[in-house]
Nanobody
């Protein structure tokens, strides 16, 4: 059984920062062999991968996230973070924490998912 619980969403102004957290309750196999990260669903848009990290600390991110959004992992707390800086209005949406074998798998909806946390960015 995999449980992913997101927190930290909210409102920010353009140029501001937010940090999202995802507390994971999962098996050692899942934690060690799956990517964990963040996917965004915005109104009228396809689900988009933002950033992900594996248990060894290797990261993946979308082109739009590079340089502004960073995923990190606290193995002691089984928690994945997404630090977002220099927010723009197009970063708004529902952010889902997911665990999947690959970045592409999660973008296609496979793997395990949390309930999501809403991010709004005002100009």
């Amino acid at each position: 059984q995999v449980q992913l619980v997101e927190s930290g969403g909210g409102s920010a102004q353009t140029g501001g920062s937010l940090r999202l957290s995802c507390a994971a309750s999962t098996s050692e196999y899942i934690y060690s062999n799956y990517l964990m990260g963040w996917w965004r669903q915005s109104p009228g848009k396809l689900r988009e991968g933002v950033a992900a990290i594996d248990s060894k600390g290797s990261t993946s991110s979308s082109d739009s996230a590079k340089g502004r959004f960073t995923s990190s992992l606290d193995n002691a707390l089984n928690t994945v973070y997404l630090q977002m800086h220099s927010l723009k209005p197009d970063a708004a949406g529902m952010y889902y924490c997911a665990a999947a074998r690959t970045f592409t798998d999660a973008t296609r909806g496979r793997g395990y998912w949390g309930q999501g946390t809403q991010v709004t960015v005002s100009s």
